[in-house]
């Protein structure tokens, strides 16, 4: 069974009196393991197609099954836990709590789902060495650079040992050193059997993924795997 | 488990805005204060009231010329009376099946001295001897005056301990003599303390025999008192009527009148003084809430803005897993220790303040318990009633909307 199904799904917005069609039947089927990656330029439909893979929002046609539960039909709150426990999510802007430390940012799904104080530390603890950030996990983000930041960001979205990684822009607000240093880091948990799926609008950041979903006019537009040729190319394997 | 790191989430989240958070702790706290300020306050002046009647006891009541008097109408129609007669004490003695006591009693304010110690404007209360089983003075030393010492017109006193504190320090007052208004009378004997009240200091007396006092001060005329026990608590209705019917018929008022003198129990008193401060206590309780409802609004507001902020915090949030409920109740946390913090303190200092407002009228007053109570309830009311529209505000937003938020 695919981790994500959906089955012409349409999300549309009311503007006004004018309908905007932000997903027009999007039909995509991805299995746990995969390494996707969705490009298209801005306001394909890319973002939405995120937000209802992550579960954070619901279409308003077609289906959508998430390990096998129809999300589609899915109320708040169960959206919620399905976020909680089984989607783990990297912003562009990182989207840390200013004023918590790394742990306390790493934690806060643990407290969510209800975890033992004693559990939270283990967890929290080994989701930080995962990024390598266990010797700054009492710094503030504002003590942090934008890498160590996305690095706490990607501890925070292992540490519910989540069944997909859904990483938006992940490497927007970086440098392109920094940037390549977190695509690695991606590249390591896929290799580790994470199910990751990264929106971008940069080929060479797709080009770290396996298969790229072209999206466009809110679309599919081109379903492409990425060659081994221009994975060495491109310096993206790992 | 998961309400605890909320609500540790939730004092973070208001240590981070600290100058706001006291701000607005400010608003309870003055409303709170002024509230639990007032009621301890009357609270205590009803205490006094009450303590101040009880020696009048359950079964006690008073027949005097004026009554309790509740408007000017009835004052100067009452001053018209006729006075009270001694006379009606043996008619009532007689008459009276459901009587077991009867005194006359009068008083007047005087200057007491012994040697060159003296003090001024002491009660000097006339009555007869039965009048020590009537009320709760109780004999701490030596004795009361007896009845035939009252007939003879006998010049013996019967002090209260501050009259003894101020004038006989260090001696033991009883065969010693005291100057009352003027005249030498023997201390027989000394009344129990009772401890101030309400402004006024019951043990500040000196008893005399009813006789002496009108062989001094003259026949009390309008200030007769005849106090009278009844034979129980429960006949004390019986009595009253008793007493009613003699003294009417003593003073032949016409049968389509009413009484042309006045009944007084504590009850009736307690009652009539509920009744003078019910509006006052409605007022002020009213004003003093007007405080915390303006209270609630700033810590409504502050939750609107602070949810507003926080937008994409609650975004952030409810991205990796926060429910509705984990987003209402931080919400809540925080409106709640906002006005809860500013009720406890707002008790705290209206308590105190209450006790400097009890202490300088001179009562007797323990902290009232409910106005503690009312504090935390109301404030604690205050907290869920303006906080629960932002909470849900800030939980009914959408993942989506609230992440792109800037």
Redesign the interface.
């Known amino acids: 069974m695919a981790l994500i199904e959906t089955r012409d799904i349409w999300k549309t917005y009311e503007m006004g009196t004018v309908q905007v069609h932000a997903l027009r039947g999007v039909s995509i089927e991805i299995n746990r393991g995969d390494y996707i990656a969705i490009m298209g330029p801005s306001g394909s439909g890319k973002s939405t197609l995120m937000?209802l893979i992550?579960c954070?929002?619901t279409p308003s046609q077609g289906e959508y099954y998430f390990n096998g539960n129809r999300v589609s039909e899915m109320e708040?709150?169960e959206l919620?836990?399905i976020?909680?426990?089984e989607i783990g999510?990297v912003?562009q802007t990182f989207?840390?709590?200013p004023?918590?430390t790394a742990f306390h940012n790493v934690e806060?799904?643990l407290?969510?789902?209800?975890t033992?104080?004693d559990d939270r530390k283990e967890k929290t603890e080994r989701a930080l060495k995962a990024v390598d950030l266990i010797d700054r996990m009492t710094h503030r983000p504002n003590e942090l650079s934008g890498g160590q930041r996305q690095r706490v960001a990607v501890a925070?979205a292992l540490v519910?040992e989540p069944s997909l990684i859904l990483a938006d822009e992940p490497t927007g607000n970086l440098d392109t050193k920094t940037g390549q240093e977190i695509m690695q880091l991606f590249s390591r948990l896929h290799s580790e059997g994470n199910t990751i799926i990264i929106v971008t609008h940069e080929r060479d950041v797709a080009t770290y993924a396996d298969r790229i979903l072209f999206i466009r006019d809110g679309r599919i537009e081109k379903d492409e795997v990425v060659s081994e040729q221009e994975k060495v190319a491109n310096g993206t394997k790992l | 488990?998961?309400f605890w790191?909320?609500f540790k989430m939730a004092g973070?989240a208001l240590k981070?805005n600290r100058l706001r958070s006291l701000l607005t702790l400010l608003g309870v706290i003055i409303g709170v204060t002024s509230v639990i300020t007032i009621i301890s306050a009357l609270d205590g002046l009803g205490q006094s009231i009450e303590s101040e009647l009880e020696f009048l006891g359950p079964s006690t009541f008073i027949a005097t010329k004026m009554g309790i008097i509740m408007s000017d109408d009835d004052f100067f129609e009452a001053l018209k009376r006729k006075p009270l007669k001694y006379e009606y004490v043996e008619a009532i003695e007689e008459g009276c099946d459901e009587c077991v006591k009867v005194a006359a009693s009068s008083t007047a304010y005087g200057e007491v001295k012994y040697r060159n110690r003296k003090l001024r404007d002491v009660p000097i209360r006339g009555s007869e001897a039965s009048i020590l089983d009537i009320i709760d003075a109780e004999l701490d030393q030596g004795r009361f005056y007896t009845p035939d010492e009252d007939l003879s017109r006998r010049r013996v006193a019967f002090i209260g301990t501050t009259v003894r504190d101020e004038l006989y320090p260090g001696v033991d007052p009883i065969g010693k003599s005291i100057k009352i208004a003027g005249v030498k009378y023997d201390i027989i004997g000394i009344a129990k303390k009772k401890g101030a009240s309400f402004g006024e200091d019951p043990d500040k007396i000196v008893y005399i025999p009813y006789h002496t006092f009108v062989k001094q001060f003259g026949h009390p005329r309008g200030r007769l008192a005849i106090f009278i026990k009844a034979s129980s608590v429960e006949n004390v209705p019986v009595a009253m009527d008793q007493v009613r019917v003699i003294l009417r018929a003593h003073r032949h008022v016409p049968y389509d009148k009413d009484d042309d003198f006045g009944m007084v129990t504590a009850d009736a008193v307690m009652a009539a003084l509920n009744d003078i401060t019910r509006f006052l206590r409605l007022g002020l309780v009213g004003v003093s809430s007007i405080a915390l409802i303006v209270g609630g609004i700033i810590i409504m507001n502050i939750m609107m803005v602070s949810v507003t902020e926080r937008t994409?915090?609650i975004?952030?949030?409810?991205?990796?897993?926060?429910?509705?409920?984990?987003i209402l109740i931080q919400f809540m946390y925080e409106a709640l220790i906002l006005s809860l913090g500013g009720g406890f303190i707002g008790i705290g200092i209206g308590v105190f303040l209450g006790k400097i407002l009890i202490g300088l009228m001179n009562f007797n007053m323990t902290p009232s318990m409910s106005a503690i109570l009312l504090g935390i309830i109301i404030s604690s009311g205050v907290g869920l009633f303006f906080g629960i529209y932002p909470a849900m505000k800030a939980a009914r937003l959408?993942?989506?909307k609230a992440?792109s938020y800037e």
């Open positions: 937000n992550g954070l929002d708040e709150d919620a836990k976020r909680n426990k999510f912003f989207n840390l709590m004023r918590a806060l799904p407290i969510y789902k209800g033992s104080r925070r519910n | 488990m998961i790191e909320i973070q981070a994409r915090e975004g952030i949030r409810k991205s990796i897993g926060a429910r509705q409920k984990d959408q993942p989506v992440l």
